[in-house]
């Protein structure tokens, strides 16, 4: 089964910017029809989708982020990337990947993957 | 952009049943899934499309959507139940098309 995992930087100072990657096994990311997601959720906080990149590299973000977010594919690495620029102490969180399912009445989440946390602090 | 509504917080004794409420405007008109999230964990989808289980998941987990609210009823509650819970829906017409509620604590007296 597809299974996600993300890493990069744990440690990011203010107004730089945050790159994440998602690593994508058990299938490959061209597959089907799927969006990718990140999904992030601040400590004690609830979950906020920053946006979603398909394999052919177009993509759709949360308008509140929209002016700092990029998200991109590597098809030859199977992995999905994530850059949130001018980062300030409000974008620490635990940032998720996850993939879509659903039809054209809805899509949820599954799988998702560990997330990873990211600090931001000089 | 739409709005989902959630308790902060639900209380149930072991064996009873436990009601996760998600308001909305008019959202029996869409698609209502449901995430559990332990403690330091993913979430991980309950119920999917307002009633549909994933394989693996107890028949206890039922999910209902009518009207301005959806519902997620976890029948004979156990200790392992206490998690939080997240309703949401994809709200096509929107630039904004991904919507989470606030979540719901759910504790297991």
């Known amino acids: 089964q597809v299974q996600l995992q993300e890493s990069g930087p744990g440690l990011v100072k203010p107004s730089q910017t945050l790159s994440l990657t998602c690593s994508v096994s058990?299938?490959?990311?061209?597959?089907?029809?799927?969006?990718w997601n990140w999904i992030r959720q601040p400590a004690g906080k609830g979950l906020e989708w920053i946006g979603r990149?398909?394999?052919?590299?177009?993509?759709n973000y949360n308008p509140s982020l929209k002016s700092r977010v990029t998200m991109s594919v590597d098809t030859s690495k199977n992995q999905l990337s994530l850059n949130l620029s001018s980062v300030t102490a409000a974008d620490a969180a635990v940032y998720y990947c996850?993939?879509?399912?659903?039809?054209?009445?809805?899509?949820?989440?599954?799988?998702w993957g560990q997330g990873t946390l990211v600090i931001v602090s000089s | 952009s739409y709005v989902l509504t959630q308790p902060p917080s639900v209380s149930v004794a072991p064996g009873q049943t436990a009601r996760i409420t998600c308001g909305g405007n008019?959202?029996?008109?869409?698609?209502v899934h449901w995430y559990l999230q332990r403690p330091g964990q993913a979430p991980a989808v309950v119920v999917y499309d307002d009633s549909d289980r994933p394989s693996g998941i107890p028949e206890r987990f039922s999910g209902s959507n009518s009207g301005n609210t959806a519902t997620l009823t976890i029948s004979r509650v156990e200790a392992g139940d206490e998690a939080d819970y997240y309703c949401?829906?994809?709200?096509?017409?929107?630039?904004?098309?991904?919507?989470f509620g606030g979540g719901t604590k759910l504790t297991v007296l």
């Open positions: 949401q829906v994809w709200d096509s017409r929107s630039d904004h098309p991904v919507v």
């Open positions: 990149v398909y394999a052919s590299g177009s993509s």
């Open positions: 996850a993939r879509d399912i659903g039809t054209a009445m809805g899509y949820w989440f599954d799988p």
């Open positions: 058990g299938g490959s990311i061209n597959s089907g029809t799927y969006s």
């Open positions: 008019n959202i029996g008109s869409k698609s």
